[in-house]
């Protein structure tokens, strides 16, 4: 008998070693292409070598992740229940479905898996991370900051963990606090994207630094008209008590041989939870172009997790007329990219006017960003005179980028085209900067 067992033992091991050195080289290759985010490859390797092997566990887990990360959430479903009938009671697949099973919403279920491993092994900090998750999912914010902060007292470089509280404070419009946290978990782990791409995110729009810029913008016109020249100077500094930013600024036109000025001051105090305003106010000496007088307020409040709108009422004083525009955005945060819409309803004339603009950012840091933008209507919402305007709606573009060179010196450049049937405007603006931290 133990002759036996022996040789069946031995065989076992023999054949084991047989596939291990067969499909090494191609286990390899998998993991390389998930590395590497091609998951069709690492997909089709897997399912080759599972022909062979069906029940191989490490096999199995890369197909589950290629899967999940290609987007296939049903199928790493299925193939985890698969792996979960073949290995009862295994913590990393219970968790892969329960994370799986959340981002589905269905959070009764994933709960239910989340317990079964704290079932055998209570101090299970991923599944205690889970819960804490569904909790401030299912709006128990306090439920879920406890539990974190009990993972935390035992493990203090647990990066999940704080993560987790970040997006809790997040939740509840503490940006200040979540982007704390989410240093600390992108300190912690910093080869994890989302950690990253959360903490860009987090990281408040009001921050009270000290800056100078120059911009310089060019309009070219279809009609023949000589190019417009637009100047301005800008000081940047934070308001007292780190209660918002302003703004100080020096406009400057040259059209049709006339030169206009303009002085300009621009706040963004905050307001309450998850809200500040926008309040612009400009005077013109001589009015040649800009309004003699003009008033803005904007006020922008975010709501939901990352999602922020706004509404806001515009005043300009022209010489020969007055004008007054209704504005709005709203706009969603969706990791590094930043989709909103801007728009603005008027009345000239007698005739009501309505501008929108769909603008697409793209973050790769904090300061950092390329846009891109599409609309249809008579004016941008940045323009200030009169011969901005189109006579009647046409498209909208735009495109920019925004990059900070040697951490404190800026550099945007802004192209924006506007058309109708009958005119055509182009604005090349280049503008450049220095700040101190």
């Given at each position: ?42 997909i ?13 566990y ?12 290609s987007?296939?959430?049903d ?24 994370r ?39 709006g ?23 993560f ?8 509840q419009?503490?940006?200040g606090r ?40 060019v ?10 020249q ?10 007292p ?18 030169t ?7 706040a963004?105090?905050r ?12 005077y ?46 709203v ?19 007698g005739?009501?006017?309505f501008?929108w603009?769909?603008?697409l ?9 390329i846009?891109v ?24 573009y ?40």
């Amino acid at each position: 008998m133990k002759r036996t067992t022996a040789i069946a033992l031995a065989l076992l091991v023999g054949i084991s070693q047989l596939w291990a050195a067969d499909d090494n080289r191609p286990y390899d290759r998998a993991q390389r292409a998930l590395q590497q985010k091609d998951y069709a490859a690492t997909i089709t390797i897997c399912l080759d070598l599972l022909e062979s092997a069906p029940a191989n566990y490490d096999v199995n887990f890369l197909l589950v992740q290629a899967y999940s990360r290609s987007g296939e959430r049903d199928k790493a479903l299925s193939r985890l229940e698969r792996m979960n009938a073949l290995f009862p009671r295994n913590g990393d697949v219970l968790l892969f479905m329960a994370r799986l099973l959340t981002w589905k919403g269905r959070y009764a279920d994933a709960l239910a898996r989340y317990r079964e491993v704290l079932g055998f092994d209570p101090a299970n900090e991923g599944a205690l991370v889970g819960t804490a998750d569904i909790a401030a999912r299912r709006g128990d914010f306090a439920e879920a900051r406890t539990i974190l902060q009990k993972v935390l007292a035992r493990d203090p470089r647990n990066a999940d963990a704080y993560f987790h509280l970040g997006l809790v404070e997040q939740w509840q419009g503490n940006r200040g606090r979540a982007r704390e946290d989410f240093e600390k978990a992108a300190a912690l782990d910093p080869a994890n994207d989302d950690y990253k791409i959360f903490l860009t995110s987090s990281t408040p729009r009001l921050e009270p630094r000290l800056e100078v810029r120059y911009g310089h913008e060019v309009d070219d016109w279809s009609d023949g008209r000589a190019d417009f020249q637009d100047d301005q100077v800008a000081v940047l500094f934070g308001l007292p008590g780190d209660t918002g930013v302003m703004a100080l600024k020096y406009n400057q036109t040259h059209r049709y041989a006339e030169t206009d000025r303009q002085f300009e001051a621009e706040a963004y105090p905050r307001l309450w939870t998850k809200a500040y305003a926008r309040i612009d106010l400009s005077y013109s000496p001589e009015a040649v172009y800009y309004p003699r007088l003009s008033a803005l307020i904007e006020i922008y409040q975010g709501i939901l997790s990352a999602a922020e709108v706004s509404v806001g009422v515009w005043h300009m004083s022209f010489v020969d007329r007055p004008m007054t525009l209704v504005l709005g955005s709203v706009g969603y945060y969706l990791g590094n990219y930043y989709p909103y819409v801007r728009l603005n309803y008027g009345s000239e004339n007698g005739n009501a006017t309505f501008s929108w603009v769909l603008n697409l950012r793209r973050y790769f840091s904090t300061d950092n960003f390329i846009s891109v933008g599409y609309g249809h209507g008579t004016r941008l919402l940045e323009d200030l005179t009169i011969q901005d305007l189109l006579p009647t709606p046409g498209n909208i573009y735009a495109a920019g980028v925004t990059w900070y060179i040697f951490r404190n010196v800026r550099l945007e450049f802004q192209f924006s085209r506007t058309s109708d049937a009958n005119l055509t405007r182009s604005a090349f603006e280049f503008t450049t900067g220095y700040r101190w931290r």
